[in-house]
């Protein structure tokens, strides 16, 4: 839209005496079809003149009557908006002429200019299965990245593993006492979260192993060997557990930076929040008093000496930024960490950090399932494996109904199950606790991935079907893309550089998600209303060539959300 932009906003500048740039802002998308391609708002001039909006939108339409530019063929008022319309022609020309020209990298921009952003995002502990709790954060964490990345910025993927704490003093007694190094080697992370959660259920009766843990962990701090050892081995083992997840999901992380990485960084914290003035003793422990900035006293270390996770956070701020020196630095972590994450940036503000503000939480709600409970593994923990296996094994059985003959139905079921799963988060707004419903998220004809993805392959099977996949753009075709369905195809493409932006601006990937459901929705009705394999050759190329320019569209949404697209299913 840039270059309608630029045009209309040069014309109508000497006449609304505002910059070009301004009125170029001003621009907007009219809610319906009828109205126009842009509207102009005469709100902001009507003080200005002393008239009616609507007055004023009428005067700037007489002005403009008659006239046209090389983008829009005429000019109109509508109460107090002057609407553009666009020469359709030019319009479908330009708009599937670069679709065809940039292919995979429609869409894209360079608007980041190569800045980088740090995502932290996942981030599961250590020794414990990786729960469905994860889904959320790691889905929408991995979508920002690829997202960001295509407005041409740097992104930098950590994963900020809960490698460190009290915890593992237990882990380490637990094994010490009932561990078995064959259960360890045929299930290593189910098997240490079976030994955690009976660490807690046999200190009920027997307090001490309260303080025996602690004492390992102390060990661990102070780098004894044996407890170091331990430590390495539980990481190690979960670490390779979490990778076959990752290497399912298709998510790749820069670094495996946990809490143990910024433990040499600690005393510097404590050493600066004290200089700077910021914090100060309180029965023997460290605190950051928020009161005034209406937040709660943070403490940075406990009266035994003890660190805290607010303590590494701020450890981890600094040495991203010193690392990085990022323009974002984003946090996708769940709703309930508000708080923590308030106090973490007016600390860093307070120490006379000027990045403190580019410390962005981005928040989302809980993940519940309709069904209830899918695991009944120890701890009362739904896996995150066993709903991507069953989210496969269920796709798998709706091909074989639906396409029996489909040569790899593996591949299929693997895209369209995992699709599922992270479609049916990411088309939700984050901030919403959302409801996972398996009939819902694998529905061909619903709001789903698998919708979009069907739609994409159908899209395949018709070039294939015309011998057409391999396809060039020539610009006769837009004289014969003249139906209210097509004309309607071709804007909803127009809009995805849009969408995209929109979706990295407020770091919302649902914003991508719905738009291409609404493409999926367009092509579906475009197909029946406008037969594609049709005897008039001109018409059928240029059908031809709208339907791959959707195709690509699909494809290159999906992607950024994670997700294949099928060629058949």
């Known amino acids: 839209m840039d270059q309608y932009k630029e045009e209309i906003s040069r014309v109508l500048a000497p006449l609304v005496s505002l910059e070009q740039s301004r009125v170029a ?31 004023v939108a009428a005067e700037l339409a007489q002005s403009l009557s008659g006239k046209r530019g090389v983008y829009w063929e005429k000019a109109m008022a509508q109460g107090p908006y002057l609407n553009f319309y666009f020469d359709p022609v030019v319009f479908n020309q330009d708009l599937l002429r670069r679709i065809f020209a940039e292919g995979e990298d429609y869409g894209k921009s360079n608007r980041g200019r190569g800045g980088t952003v740090v995502i932290d995002y996942s981030s599961p502990n250590i020794c414990k299965p990786f729960g469905i709790g994860h ?11 690829l997202i960001l990345e295509a407005q041409g910025y740097r992104c930098i993927g950590v994963n900020h593993l809960g490698d460190w704490g009290t915890q593992f003093g237990k ?9 078995d190094d064959q259960q360890l080697k045929e299930d290593p992370v189910n098997y240490l979260y079976r030994l955690y959660v009976r660490f807690h259920r046999e200190a009920e009766s027997e307090p001490a192993l309260e303080e025996e843990a602690r004492l390992w962990f102390k060990r661990l701090e102070e780098g004894q060997p044996e407890a170091v050892d331990y430590w390495k081995l539980f990481r190690q083992l979960s670490l390779e557990n979490y990778e076959q997840i990752y290497d399912l999901l298709g998510i790749k992380f820069d670094y495996y930076h946990g809490e143990s990485h910024y433990n040499d960084l600690l005393d510097d914290v404590i050493r600066l929040v004290q200089e700077k003035g910021v914090a100060t003793e309180s029965d023997g422990a460290l605190i950051v008093d ?19 996770y607010l303590t590494r956070d701020l450890a981890a701020a600094q040495y991203r930024y010193n690392t990085f020196n990022f323009v974002k630095a984003l946090y996708v972590v769940g709703a309930e960490q508000k708080l923590h994450f308030q106090q973490m940036v007016k600390i860093l503000e307070l120490l006379g950090f000027p990045w403190a503000r580019d410390c962005i939480h981005i928040p989302f709600g ?7 409970r899918m695991s009944t593994r120890e701890g009362n923990m739904i896996l995150l494996e066993e709903v991507l296996q069953r989210s496969i094994r269920l796709a798998r059985e709706i091909i074989e109904e639906k396409n029996p003959g489909l040569k790899d139905k593996e591949s299929a079921a693997r895209a369209v199950g995992l699709g599922a799963v992270r479609f049916g988060d990411l088309s939700n707004d984050r901030v919403k606790d959302i409801e996972f419903d398996w009939d819902k998220v694998l529905d061909f004809t619903g709001e789903t991935a698998v919708y979009i993805q069907y739609a994409h392959a159908r899209i395949c099977s018709i070039l294939r079907r015309a011998g057409a996949t391999e396809l060039t753009w020539h610009d006769d075709a837009a004289d014969f893309l003249t139906c209210e369905e097509e004309k309607k195809m071709i804007k909803t493409l127009a809009a995805f550089p849009g969408k995209i932006a929109a979706s990295a601006e407020s770091y919302r990937p649902s914003i991508l998600a719905r738009y291409l459901i609404e493409v999926a929705r367009d092509f579906n009705r475009f197909y029946h209303s406008c037969p594609v394999l049709v005897d008039d050759p001109e018409l059928r190329q240029a059908r031809l060539l709208l339907i791959s320019a959707v195709r690509q569209v699909l494809k290159n949404g999906l992607a950024l959300l994670g997700i294949v697209a099928p060629e058949e299913m």
């Open 25 to 55: 802002e001003l621009l907007e998308e009219p809610p319906e079809p009828e109205m126009g391609d842009l509207a102009f708002p005469c709100y902001i001039l009507a003080s200005r003149r002393k008239q009616s909006p609507v007055k």
């Open 135 to 145: 889904i959320r954060s790691t889905v929408i964490g991995h979508a920002l990245y």
């Open 171 to 179: 882990m380490i007694v637990a094994y010490r006492r009932w561990g």
């Open 290 to 308: 928020l009161e005034k900035y209406g937040l709660p006293p943070a403490m940075l270390r406990k009266k035994d000496g003890a660190t805290l």
């Open 366 to 372: 809980l993940i519940r399932f309709k069904e209830g």
